[in-house]
Every structure is written in structure tokens, then in C-alpha cells.
């Protein structure tokens, strides 16, 4: 047995952060923004302090879907327009392939614990404040 653990096999801890603020709650937010950032999102993760996160940034807004293999934190995904406004909400169970995708096409998908949305009375309709969000006009 090797005593390295292949990259892939280790979380990615080290990804640029941006500040999102949802009302007067803050987050420090990973931004996962290529393919293979994407891929491997919180994957690994033993842990994770409540007020962090990681921010999906993709190229274009699509019909986003996401799944739990080898992640080991039970999260919340939260799919978001352009603008900031959360679409829906999908709680994940760790270690499954159940898959959990937006209602509408978004560009950007942000992970948190498990119920740390509901916690602050986040829900669809809410709305998301930061650099990556597009104000409306």
C-alpha cells in the first residue's frame, strides 16, 4: 500500500476566496472556477468552519446538477442567477450519486453546510450579495 495519496485523492484547500454576503451574514467562499476545480469541489473535506463555503463559477448558465461521491460533509447546494438570487436549494447526503440540479439555468452554485441556509432563514427568493454577482439594472 502506498503511503502517498494520489492528488485526487486529497481535498483542494488552497482555491482564490472571494467575500459573499447574504444579508448580514458573511461567507468566506473557495472559488472553484475550472472544470477540474469544479470536479473535485469539497471532495475529501473532514471538515469544514460554518461560515465557509465553495462558490461554482461556470462559464455560462445552464441546468446545473451536482452529486456527493467521495464527499464526506453533509451540505446544501444552493443555485444562483446572475444576479445573486437563489433559485432553489437542494440538501446532499455525503458519499452518494443522487444527483440534485437547479430549476432554472444558473451560473453559479454555492456549497455550504448543511443547513446553514435554513439556519438563517435563506430560501429561494433570497438574495446573495459579491463581486460575481451582476446587479440589476
Not at 462559464?59 to 451540505?75: H, I, R, V
Amino acid at each position: 500500500m502506498s503511503t502517498t495519496l494520489c492528488a485526487q485523492e486529497q481535498p483542494q484547500l488552497n482555491l482564490p476566496r472571494t467575500r459573499l454576503t447574504a444579508g448580514m451574514h458573511q461567507i468566506d467562499a473557495q472559488v472553484a472556477r475550472t472544470a477540474d476545480q469544479r470536479s473535485i469541489g469539497l471532495m475529501f473535506r473532514q471538515e469544514m468552519p460554518m461560515h465557509e463555503g465553495m462558490l461554482f463559477v461556470f462559464e455560462q448558465a445552464t441546468q446545473q446538477c451536482f452529486w456527493m461521491k467521495n464527499t464526506l460533509l453533509p451540505l446544501t447546494a444552493a443555485f444562483i442567477s446572475e444576479d445573486g438570487t437563489i433559485v432553489n436549494l437542494a440538501d446532499m447526503r455525503p458519499q452518494t450519486t443522487d444527483s440534485h440540479c437547479s430549476l432554472k439555468p444558473v451560473r453559479f452554485v454555492l456549497e455550504m453546510n448543511q443547513g446553514w441556509f435554513a439556519k438563517r432563514g435563506l430560501k429561494p427568493g433570497s438574495k446573495l450579495a459579491g463581486t460575481f454577482f451582476q446587479r440589476a439594472q
